[in-house]
T-cell receptor, first 108, second 111 residues
């Protein structure tokens, strides 16, 4: 069965600092992978999705970027965090959606 | 652009009532639709998954239906309990490899 590992679980970062959230998948090959963000009081917003190594599609213009260096690895990054980047970030695969446990990011 | 909408945004019912949550989507070209619950401060729990070829799925007191032609799904919860209180999310996997969530319905079941 599929398992998604996402870390860290919580993160507090100062404004202007870089960010790297990592997601790895086990139990499947060539998955479609997704990054979502849930800002306070709002729904889950699709940020990026990837259908394969090096293939990234962005849904919304933003301060973040994503990369997929390996088949089962999906990374969410930022060079300089903004206060508005605070939120709950989820990595997921599809078919039958599996989610990581999420990362609660607070930018201070 | 594909969109997923859920109504109502919030719902409060007394314990024991049956209730229906609604989800609508703008494009009938989907792989599947999934209902989740999200408890405060926690991740998502998958409740029911309906494939594109199916009309409904049942699990215990939960029943989810899918009408692709009208772009609608409902989640029916029978004999609601206080432990059912949570935010319920509908998620649609469109055939363009995009997987969108609705904004959720916050359910409170009053003892």
């Amino acid at each position: 069965s599929q398992t998604i590992h996402q870390w860290p679980a919580t993160l507090v970062q100062p404004v202007g600092s870089p960010l790297s959230l990592e997601c790895t998948v086990e139990g499947t090959s060539n998955p479609n992978l997704y990054w979502y963000r849930q800002a306070a009081g709002r729904g889950l917003q699709l940020l990026f999705y990837s259908v394969g190594i090096g293939q990234i599609s962005s849904e919304v213009p933003q301060n973040l970027s994503a990369s997929r260096p390996q088949d089962r690895q999906f990374i969410l990054s930022s060079k300089k965090l903004l206060l508005s980047d605070s939120g709950f970030y989820l990595c997921a695969t599809d078919t039958e959606a599996f989610f990581g446990q999420g990362t609660r990011l607070t930018v201070v | 652009k594909q969109e997923v909408t859920q109504i109502p945004a919030a719902l409060s019912v007394p314990e024991g009532e049956n209730l229906v949550l609604n989800c609508s989507f703008t494009d009938s070209a989907i792989y599947n639709l999934q209902w989740f619950r999200q408890d405060p401060g926690k991740g998502l729990t998958s409740l029911l998954l309906i494939q594109s070829s199916q009309r409904e799925q049942t699990s215990g007191r939960l029943n989810a239906s899918l009408d692709k032609s009208s772009g609608r799904s409902t989640l029916y919860i029978a004999a609601s309990q206080p432990g059912d209180s949570a935010t319920y999310l509908c998620a649609v996997h469109f055939t363009g490899n995009q997987f969108y969530f609705g904004t959720g319905t916050s359910l409170t079941v009053i003892p």
